[in-house]
């Protein structure tokens, strides 16, 4: 099992920028496909943006193509979400998550996604 830690977020402005972290522990998260989801509140968590292998493979969900981006490093086992111009409407508490069969296509359900963190809260208000 991966165990999974989300740092980063916080109270913003609209138009702001954040960046989420999430450290990945108990092994190599390199071969796997890492997402992050995000739940608003009465909601099951709605997927976000994926990363797999490499630097083209990225998937967004259609209103945070182009104010935010998914990337990774290996090295430190870990992945990232740089969110940028953010709206009232992206606050949520925001998960990271794993995808350990990945095997080369991304994927938008939880379902498809085995090992999650914690959370952390993102809220945009002025």
């Known amino acids: 099992q991966v165990r999974l830690s989300e740092s980063g977020g916080g109270l913003v402005q609209p138009g702001g920028s954040l960046r989420l972290s999430c450290t990945a522990s108990?092994?190599?998260?390199?071969?796997?496909?890492m997402a992050w989801f995000r739940q608003f509140p009465a909601r099951q968590p709605e997927f976000v943006a994926a990363a797999g292998w490499s630097r083209g493979a990225r998937e967004y969900e259609d209103s945070v193509k182009g104010r935010f981006t998914i990337f990774r490093d290996n090295d430190r086992n870990a992945v990232f979400l740089q969110m940028d111009n953010l709206k009232a409407g992206d606050t949520a508490i925001y998960y990271c998550?794993?995808?350990?069969?990945?095997?080369?296509?991304?994927?938008?359900?939880?379902?498809?996604?085995?090992?999650w963190g914690q959370g952390t809260q993102v809220t945009v208000s002025s």
């Open positions: 108990g092994e190599s998260v390199r071969n796997y496909a």
């Open positions: 998550a794993v995808d350990r069969d990945y095997r080369g296509d991304l994927y938008y359900t939880r379902e498809d996604y085995e090992d």
